[in-house]
């Protein structure tokens, strides 16, 4: 399938055919291997490609590649009305005006309104090279779309179900004009790997890691619900918890920090997913306590923006209450840190340096303004860094007033939440539910991390005890609705 992708893509760019294109996938099926592929033949050849990705952390994975919103200056407040902050005539103009292909990696969790806002965009711009711009999709740019819309899907503050499906790529009006590949050979998960067990039967890993991700695996109902959810836990994967749960998960990932072992590989190749970021807070504390050394705590500067603010702001919101907000997307007032600690970044600090949100790196040094660390995903492993303070604003702009934090844009990630590990590949991963999944996909993004059985390990917080060895599982089945009926217009070879 890869051969008819790669031959289908090259010939509608060569013969200036353009056209929407998705690649479906799970995770480890070889998207990756396929961009490079299309990219080193294209960009051979003379022609320009631009390679961005919903998450930094995709982004890293492909040559050349950066965020989209960084590429085409997408608004972060996006609506059905916007347009991306390109004018005519400036060098990125001219740049999509010369450009063959765009592949955008990870797409279902970025919202249809910027998918929406960079074809008006393109359409406007490439009026000047093409006058049937304005009636062809992006302009009559050929797009190479991909990801999987088992994982989790784009997020929609304060909404619920049918808004957040209603906010993919695929409910789109483009997606009338895509064509739709699948792939189906997870090469991320090792051969011969054990099989798991549930209710006596062996299944292979793939196949359950499938039927979690399209909502197939045989679901169960408690407490009077309509429709059941609850999934059982294979019995090789499932962690019974022995007293406190948060120990158990750490001493179950982290038993051995700090052995003999080589650190950089033993930090890389394990971490604990969980779906909110108090949590993922309790859990590094706690890892952060046992790693030896000492604590290096840094302090923000919290202030209200001088230019959107008024004097009664500043006595409403003094510095010792902004000091004890936490931000989603921001750092703590308060950052803990230890040399030898994992972190993430937070900001695309250096996208061309592998500085990307989501980027994993181990900290080797902490200055007073600086903090040294060691990179250990991505495209520039190995790599020794220096982090500065910079200062952010949230992106939630529900606070009454417009605040700074200037503090280091990292966190400890021994523990992250689901979202973050995304375009991740892990070989020990702990999934720790202290109440069950609230979203589509929360369970699949976990467990297709993996390489194997071996390395993945499920707790599920049950005080009272009623589903012990059963986990929630939620799935909006209605997202795979439009790829249904797409696939069936579009010739198929399956690997």
């Not at 990705?53 to 972060?76: E, Q, V, W, Y």
């Not at 005006?97 to 008006?120: G, K, N, Y």
């Not at 798991?196 to 062996?202: K, L, M, N, S, Y």
């Not at 008024?310 to 003094?318: F, G, N």
Request: charged fraction near 25%.
């Amino acid at each position: 399938m890869h051969a008819t992708i790669f031959q289908r893509v090259i010939q509608a760019v060569e013969l200036d055919l353009g056209g929407l294109y998705f690649v479906y996938g799970p995770g480890g099926t070889g998207k990756t291997f396929l961009w490079s592929a299309v990219i080193s033949k294209l960009r051979s050849e003379g022609r320009i490609v631009l390679a961005v990705a919903s998450s930094g952390i995709a982004s890293l994975l492909m040559d050349g590649g950066r965020t989209a919103h960084s590429r085409f200056k997408i608004p972060i407040n996006i609506d059905e009305f916007s347009c991306c902050e390109i004018k005519q005539n400036t060098y990125l103009a001219e740049l999509i005006c010369e450009t063959s292909l765009v592949i955008w990696d990870e797409a279902p969790m970025t919202h249809r309104h910027v998918f929406e806002a960079v074809d008006r965009t393109f359409r406007d711009i490439r009026s000047k090279v093409n006058p049937n711009a304005s009636s062809l999709p992006f302009g009559g740019l050929t797009m190479l779309l991909g990801g999987d819309f088992r994982q989790v899907l784009p997020v929609v503050p304060k909404k619920g179900r049918e808004e957040i499906v209603g906010a993919s790529i695929s409910k789109s009006a483009l997606w009338e004009n895509c064509t739709i590949f699948r792939l189906v050979e997870n090469m991320r998960i090792d051969k011969d790997v054990p099989p798991i067990t549930i209710d006596g039967v062996q299944v292979p890993f793939r196949d359950w890691v499938l039927a979690v991700g399209d909502g197939t695996e045989k679901a169960y109902a408690f407490n009077d619900e309509i429709d059941g959810s609850w999934i059982k836990i294979p019995e090789e994967v499932f962690l019974r918890a022995a007293g406190d749960p948060l120990q158990t998960m750490v001493n179950e990932i982290y038993g051995q920090l700090g052995g003999s072992h080589e650190p950089t590989e033993y930090i890389r190749d394990r971490a604990i997913l969980t779906p909110l970021n108090e949590y993922v807070e309790a859990l590094n504390n706690e890892v952060l306590h046992r790693l030896p050394g000492d604590l290096k705590i840094y302090r923000s500067y919290d202030s209200i923006c001088k230019g959107a603010s008024t004097a009664a702001d500043e006595i409403l919101y003094p510095p010792e209450y902004l000091n004890s907000l936490k931000f989603s997307g921001l750092p703590n007032h308060e950052l803990h840190v230890k040399v030898g600690a994992p972190i993430m970044l937070l900001r695309n600090l250096n996208p061309k340096k592998g500085l990307c949100n989501g980027t994993r790196l181990i900290v080797t040094r902490c200055y007073q303004f600086l903090v040294e660390a060691r990179i250990i995903t991505g495209s520039k492993i190995g790599e020794i860094t220096y982090i500065p303070r910079i200062s952010m604003s949230p992106a939630d702009k529900s606070f009454p007033a417009a605040v700074k934090r200037k503090q280091f844009p990292i966190a400890v990630c021994y523990a992250m939440t689901k979202i973050k590990s995304q375009g991740q590949t892990v070989r020990n991963v702990g999934l720790y539910l202290p109440k069950p999944v609230f979203s589509h996909g929360q369970i699949y993004v976990a467990v297709s991390r993996v390489t194997s059985p071996e390395g993945l390990k499920i707790l599920c917080v049950d005080e009272e005890e009623k589903h012990i060895g059963f986990t929630k599982n939620i799935v909006y089945k209605e997202i795979f609705d439009n790829l249904k009926c797409a696939e069936n217009t579009v010739h198929e070879e399956h690997t």
